[in-house]
């Protein structure tokens, strides 16, 4: 005799209400990193002493979290493929980062959060071209679309200098850390009209124009460019790390990649680490570190891998969706960032094409 079906549980439908406040809780920590760094930026830290610093606090959160799971009984396989981890860690964990980091100081937080929600396309074309996944008409014709969108974003012109909220926070911030309670001077009146002029978002030092092809990567343009490769390089290290998921949990690979990845990030951030380390005093920049290590690229991965389990993968990329929403009102509300035609025609073209493929995935 044939059971009855079985009904959802109360205990099922709290852990599906969990799991989808998990995954929202992720898109909103994700949407608002990106301007919290630029606001990093913006308090004097050098870019690369940012990345250095909440990379150890992201390896140190994460490495705590696995070594919890490892204890819980999930361990990997012992034929673990190692040369797939390091291979996912140079894709994600060093390459990744860094164009991250260099489009952060380059271009705005909006421009940046629309070509990252690009990921799940360039992670379904190589997934075709590598893995030979089949795609229907309609996941190609999303395809064209979120791909016109992208290039609608990422070939936009410098826009015109408008005043940036975290520039006027970010200056009586380091007054009052300064001691400082006097109107400001003519000097700094100059300097800050010097930087309102800048094609450079908030937060990022004027360098020289280099010549030649490296002229293609500076200013928003330039920052577009490294988001875009930025992308492809997380969709890569997706791509990549199918085969090393079914040997390792997801957080335990995280953990592994960061390891791997912090070295050559500290490398790199070592010769002003130490000026770098000497601005913690500044509870803003402690702030947006420990939000961006903790949370951003710690607790955040092991949130998304429970709500990919508990709710599914394709109810999980639907939240991922709401990212780029995130940052562009997080960007206006933190960094005075207006959102332009351009960003809304591409971004509704991203958003779309993305929507259209998803449905047509078999």
Same mark, same amino acid.
């Given at each position: ?6 009904? =959802? ?7 599906? $209400?969990?799991?989808?406040? @998990?995954?929202?809780? &992720? ?19 050098? !870019? ?27 361990? =990997?396989? %012992?034929?673990?493929? $190692? ?8 894709? %994600? ?25 690009? %990921?799940?396309? $360039? ?36 826009? =015109?200098?408008?005043?940036? !909220? ?27 009209? @010097? ?24 200013? !928003? ?9 930025? #992308? ?13 998921? *079914? !040997? ?14 912090? =070295?050559? /990030?500290?490398? %790199? ?22 939000? @961006?290590? &903790? ?13 990919? *389990? /508990? #709710?599914?993968?394709? /109810? ?45 995935? *078999?």
């Amino acid at each position: 005799m044939m059971s009855a079906p079985r009904q =959802p549980t109360e205990n099922s439908t709290a852990l599906l $209400w969990l799991a989808e406040l @998990s995954l929202l809780s &992720v898109a909103v920590i994700w949407g608002v990193n990106i301007p919290l760094m630029k606001i990093a930026l913006a308090l004097g830290i050098d !870019r690369f002493a940012l990345n250095g610093l909440r990379l150890v606090i992201s390896a140190l959160t994460l490495l705590v979290f696995a070594a919890l799971e490892y204890r819980r009984g999930i361990r =990997p396989n %012992v034929r673990l493929n $190692w040369k797939g981890i390091l291979g996912y860690a140079i894709l %994600v964990s060093v390459l990744y980062q860094m164009l991250f980091l260099l489009s952060v100081s380059q271009t705005t937080s909006a421009d940046i959060a629309l070509i990252m929600a690009t %990921v799940p396309m $360039w992670t379904a074309i190589g997934a075709r071209l590598l893995l030979k996944e089949i795609l229907t008409d309609r996941a190609w014709l999303g395809l064209i679309i979120g791909f016109t969108g992208t290039v609608v974003v990422t070939l936009q012109g410098t826009p =015109p200098a408008t005043p940036s !909220r975290t520039t006027a926070a970010v200056s009586t911030a380091a007054s009052t850390a300064a001691g400082k309670n006097t109107p400001a001077t003519s000097s700094d009146r100059a300097a800050d009209s @010097s930087t309102a002029a800048s094609d450079l978002p908030a937060g990022t030092a004027a360098e020289p124009v280099p010549g030649g092809w490296r002229s293609l990567f500076v200013g !928003r343009f330039g920052g577009n460019l490294l988001a875009l490769a930025a #992308a492809l390089m997380w969709a890569g290290g997706t791509i990549f790390s199918r085969p090393v998921l *079914k !040997r390792i949990s997801p957080l335990q690979l995280s953990a592994f990649s960061a390891s791997i990845g912090l =070295p050559f /990030h500290l490398a %790199v951030a070592w010769p002003v680490l130490p000026a770098g380390m000497r601005l913690l005093s500044n509870l803003q920049l402690d702030a947006c570190l420990i939000y @961006s290590g &903790v949370l951003s690229t710690g607790l955040a991965l092991p949130m998304w891998s429970f709500g990919v *389990k /508990h #709710a599914g993968a394709a /109810h999980a990329t639907m939240f991922q969706n709401l990212c780029p929403i995130v940052a562009i009102v997080s960007a206006w509300f933190l960094l005075g960032e207006p959102l332009n035609p351009a960003q809304a025609v591409g971004g509704a073209l991203i958003l779309g094409g993305l929507l259209i493929m998803r449905s047509g995935r *078999k």
